[in-house]
């Protein structure tokens, strides 16, 4: 166990590249060593790998939804033993003493280090974690049906639990973009009762019948307005031009949550569209408490994941095809 497999980004805008003469890490005081069995594609890797987010670590293992076994331990971790089942997650370590870190808003961490970014993630055999950012996986789903919980779950619950701050309360949301993250978020607000209403591209009725099929109680394209005032509303695609266009659909007081790590330019909009006291917020990253609480209603309600899987050597076309929106829920890489 010297070497292992890895996809490598050398250079953004270039494909990823396979290789097989990797040297395994060795885990730090306070890592574990995972032997990988799956690692979801999310749209942030695109963001890395297209160079909208800059200045990653190159090179670069990308990958941050990663599943697998702990087959190492290193000097002062607790709570994980070798072959235990273990998630990693984006954010891969704060630095506990920054302004942010003090206030107990650790996901705003100065000095943050994130997996798959500024560290290698998960596109390879193996990869060394913090433990204290590490989380166990409930039982029920499969590998590669786990991985997207580790960000598409994460940050989508994030999302939801900002828009569930609304003043007033939340019954009707909407959800702009119906991908990895909303397929997941549409069925823990059917869980908790809310109303979805779902906005895809304009014309795609394969992702418009596969939201309904989640529980959605109205699906459209993203220019049109719902049957009824949205509460809140989040928005998972990447384009600005939905933050006036979910403005309209929201209610007085409502609330528009920006859950990408990256968003092309919001367009001018009248400043009529956000008086009444809406509220337009972004999220950034999660917190450990994130995921400890999603991962108990993960567990509680079986989410039903829609995977589409890939070996580890298609990584580039596991990429293509979460760029061209051609996938229905999320993309995983297998390791076996």
């Not at 939340?170 to 991908?179: A, C, S």
Request: overall charge negative; hydrophobic content about 40%; some cysteine.
């Amino acid at each position: 166990m010297n070497e292992m497999r890895a996809i490598i980004l050398e250079q953004q805008n270039a494909p990823l590249r396979l290789r097989h003469d990797i040297a395994v890490p060795e885990p730090d005081s306070g890592e574990i060593l995972v032997k990988i069995d799956a690692c979801g594609v999310c749209r942030t890797d695109l963001h890395i790998i297209d160079g909208e987010l800059e200045h990653p670590r190159l090179p670069l293992i990308p990958g941050h939804e990663i599943i697998g076994r702990v087959v190492r331990i290193g000097e002062d971790v607790s709570g994980f033993k070798e072959g235990d089942r273990v998630g990693i997650p984006w954010l891969g370590k704060t630095c506990g003493n920054c302004l942010y870190c003090r206030a107990g808003r650790e996901n705003l961490c100065s000095n943050a280090v994130f997996t798959g970014y500024t560290k290698n993630g998960g596109y390879a055999d193996y990869v060394c974690a913090d433990s204290r950012y590490s989380f166990h996986i409930p039982e029920g789903y499969s590998a590669h049906e786990a991985a997207p919980l580790l960000c598409a779950g994460l940050i989508g619950y994030r999302s939801l639990s900002m828009a569930n701050q609304t003043p007033g309360g939340v019954k009707n949301i909407g959800l702009y973009g119906f991908g990895a993250a909303a397929h997941i978020i549409c069925q823990v607000c059917t869980y908790q009762g809310q109303n979805v209403f779902a906005f895809t591209r304009d014309g795609d009725i394969n992702k418009q019948e596969f939201a309904r099929a989640l529980g959605a109680v109205w699906a459209g394209g993203s220019k049109d307005l719902p049957p009824e005032q949205l509460d809140a509303a989040i928005i998972f695609a990447p384009a600005g031009h939905l933050v006036p266009a979910a403005l309209k659909a929201v209610r007085k007081g409502g609330r528009v949550v920006c859950a990408g790590i990256y968003m092309s330019d919001i367009p001018s909009f009248s400043y009529d569209d956000l008086w009444w006291e809406k509220q337009i917020v972004s999220v950034a990253n999660l917190t450990r408490r994130d995921g400890v609480e999603f991962m108990q209603i993960a567990g509680d309600i079986n989410i039903k994941m829609n995977v589409t899987p890939f070996p580890l050597e298609e990584a580039n076309q596991a990429v293509d095809a979460v760029r061209s929106g051609k996938i229905r829920g999320a993309a995983v890489l297998l390791m076996d």
